[in-house]
């Protein structure tokens, strides 16, 4: 029906190789602190939508449609913690002009489906954990390398269980 809603977002999704490699690390530096992500709901997200219509949805995808991006190389070597959002996240110590670029064509094209674009500037990374709080010092492992040549749109699901994440759709990065 026209008012009923998905929750979506826009992001990276990994293989389940390097996703099975970030959850090792995970486990490795936080041991019992906080509550890890699932290795299967490990992405990075380049777009948070939110509460969307089918016509919204539509909008956006529309959006996605025209994105002219690149392929790129992510090396994820950098585990930091957010003590306010209690996060701790994994991130490339130098995010790709390419991503910057993919981030920003997509906010502003979302603008025509009604998207409040983000005002906090955009740090891309991966959510490892959450609920950790205390002292967490930024640690270097060896880079995870990513060479990204797609993104995707995520719906999210929650279930009594925990959270769900289906890729609805997928977009090449091409030129
Ligand atoms: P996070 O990992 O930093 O929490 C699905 O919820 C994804 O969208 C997560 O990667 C989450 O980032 C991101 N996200 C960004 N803004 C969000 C918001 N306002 N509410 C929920 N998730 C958000």
Redesign the pocket.
């Known amino acids: 029906s026209p008012t009923e809603t998905q929750r979506l977002?826009f992001a990276l999704w990994p293989e389940q190789a390097l996703q099975e490699s970030l959850a090792r690390i995970a486990r490795q530096v936080l041991g019992k602190q906080g509550k890890r992500v699932r290795p299967e709901n490990l992405?990075l997200?380049l777009v948070?939508l939110?509460s969307m219509t089918a016509q919204q949805r539509a909008c956006a995808e529309a959006v996605a449609d025209t994105i002219v991006g690149s392929p790129f190389t992510l090396q994820l070597e950098q585990i930091g913690h957010w003590p306010r959002?209690r996060?701790v996240w994994c991130a490339a110590e130098e995010t790709p002009e390419p991503l910057i670029e993919l981030v920003k064509q997509l906010n502003q094209g979302l603008t025509a489906c009604g998207y409040q674009p983000e005002t906090r500037p955009y740090r891309a990374?991966m959510?490892l954990a959450r609920k950790v709080a205390g002292r967490f010092p930024t640690t270097r492992v060896a880079p995870l390398v990513w060479q990204v040549d797609h993104f995707c749109l995520v719906q999210?699901v929650t279930h009594p269980s925990g959270v769900q994440y289906q890729v609805l759709r997928t977009w090449p990065l091409v030129i």
């Open positions: 977002f992405h997200t948070f939110g959002p996060v990374h959510t999210s």
